[in-house]
């Protein structure tokens, strides 16, 4: 089975800095990874798919990059409603999370 | 616009069974996959299995098999998850999420539920 590690655990970073958020699978993926955002109290909303494609609605803030087993979510500008956890994935398996915080 | 709405919270005892509807609209149900992921209280996200709605083929978790079923009903577009023997770490918030399709899982999923509460509690 695959196992998904996501680094940091928490990002404290204040509204209009750039984030950037890891996940590294313990075999290569090739880009069939997604990412989500999980805001308290919600479900997850699909972010990016296949590595690097935004979902349908998703800002342009938002982008995703890699393949193989090393992965990256940037978000270019954060804005207060970016401020949530994230969870990459891949199949049936989940990352555990970057929370992203005000700092 | 797509959306999924699923049945109430419940409470049960351990060792019942539970069964979670979830009410698609806004798109052609037939034509797309039903996935489950249910989160325990203050943790990650687990994938718990997937329904074809168009032929009712399933796919589970493995650790879940035995325990777990799912459904659907194309008449009325709801998709429903049927876990028995229920324990005290299946308290979870329950999620049903489309899936773009219906011949095989892709495990990617557009569309979630707004999430049921199923505490097992005695």
């Known amino acids: 089975e695959i196992v998904l590690t996501q680094s940091p655990a928490t990002l404290s970073l204040s509204p209009g800095e750039r984030a950037t958020l890891s996940c590294r699978a313990s075999q290569s993926v090739s880009s069939y990874l997604a990412w989500y955002q999980q805001k308290p109290g919600q479900a997850p909303r699909l972010l990016i798919y296949d590595a690097s494609n935004r979902a349908t609605g998703i800002p342009a803030r938002f982008s995703g990059s890699g393949s193989g087993t090393d992965f990256t979510l940037t978000i270019s500008s954060l804005e207060p409603e970016d401020f949530a956890v994230y969870y990459c994935?891949?199949?049936?398996?989940f990352g555990p999370g970057t929370k992203v915080d005000i700092k | 616009q797509v959306q999924l709405v699923q049945s109430g919270a419940e409470v049960k005892k351990p060792g019942a069974s539970v069964k979670v509807s979830c009410k698609a609209s806004g798109y052609t149900f037939t034509s797309y996959g039903i996935s489950w992921v249910r989160q325990a209280p203050g943790q990650g996200l687990e994938w718990m299995g997937w329904i074809s709605a168009y032929n009712g083929n399933t796919n589970y978790a493995q650790k879940l098999q035995g325990r777990v079923t799912m459904t659907t009903d194309t008449s009325t577009s709801t998709a429903y998850m049927e876990l028995r023997s229920l324990r005290s770490d299946d308290t979870a918030v329950y999620y049903c999420a489309r899936d773009p399709s219906y011949s095989s899982s892709w495990y990617l999923f557009d569309y979630w539920g707004q999430g049921t509460l199923v505490t097992v509690s005695s």
């Open positions: 994935q891949q199949r049936s398996n």
